[in-house]
Nanobody
Framework: VQLQASGGGLVQPGGSLRLSCAVS?????????VGWFRQAPGKEREAVAG????????YYVDSVKGRFTISRDRAKQTAYLQMINLSPEDTAVYYC????????????????????WGQGTLVTVSS
């Protein structure tokens, strides 16, 4: 499974960014979720948001609810993370992944082998 993430960058506090995660078309993922994790400097990786490709069910970590919105284009096997009202605490490397939605909810860093991972994309929120 190949995942291609894009959309990171530098943004000022209060600004917005949109991340994209495209999963290779050669691997059907209709029964899986796609989404993001992030790892800030000196901190453990955490699950941020995931979305079921088939029915659109979502997961969000509490700290991003109301600010981040995950969506997907089922035909393109691509997920999008729209991030608004960004704060310096959102600064991290964001990793695209695919796996079971339930594993987003219970994720700990010991569970990395439950997901397929794309490369990280750096999001920096700074003035």
């Amino acid at each position: 499974v190949q995942l291609q993430a894009s959309g990171g960058g530098l943004v000022q506090p209060g600004g917005s960014l949109r991340l994209s995660c495209a999963v290779s078309q050669s691997t059907p993922i209709d029964h899986y979720a796609v989404g993001w994790f992030r790892q800030a400097p000196g901190k453990e990786r955490e699950a941020v948001a995931g979305i079921m490709v088939s029915d659109g069910r979502t997961y969000y970590v509490d700290s991003v609810k109301g600010r981040f919105t995950i969506s997907r284009d089922r035909a393109k096997q691509t997920a999008y993370l729209q991030m608004i009202n960004l704060s310096p605490e959102d600064t991290a490397v964001y990793y695209c992944a695919t796996g079971f939605l339930g594993d987003w909810k219970t994720y700990t860093p010991k569970d990395n082998n439950l997901f397929y991972w794309g490369q990280g994309t750096l999001v920096t929120v700074s003035s």
